[in-house]
Nanobody, 126 residues
């Protein structure tokens, strides 16, 4: 089973940037589509972004469009989430997850994903 590890979280001021990484252990991440999700205290887990196994298809939640960019680095067996123009409402634990199938309707739905990382905290505050 794929094991995922997120990194790159931290504390950043509003308007700042962070880059999150999702790395796989023992498996080729390129065989899987990857989603990024986040969960803030007291809120439900929210789908943020998705990238297909080929990297040709990406999806973004409306709340992050134009600010976040998802990409694959197959040479390093990682998926990246570049987060720019961060806002306090982006504060959450961010998770990456792997799936072998989803449709355009549900690639940001957590039920499509079987394998999850442990999460990395992102805090946006002055």
């Amino acid at each position: 089973q794929v094991q995922l590890v997120e990194s790159g979280g931290g504390l950043v001021q509003p308007g700042g940037s962070l880059r999150l990484s999702c790395a796989a252990s023992w498996y080729t991440l390129a065989d899987y589509a990857i989603g990024w999700f986040r969960q803030a205290p007291g809120k439900e887990r929210e789908g943020v972004s998705y990238i297909s196994a080929t990297g040709l298809s990406t999806i973004y939640a409306d709340s992050v469009k134009g600010r976040f960019t998802i990409s694959r680095d197959d040479a390093k067996n990682t998926v990246l989430l570049q987060m720019n123009s961060l806002r306090p409402e982006d504060t959450a634990v961010y998770y990456c997850a792997a799936t072998q199938y989803c449709s355009s309707r549900d690639c940001l739905a957590s039920y499509r994903y079987r394998t999850w990382g442990q999460g990395t905290q992102v805090t946006v505050s002055s």
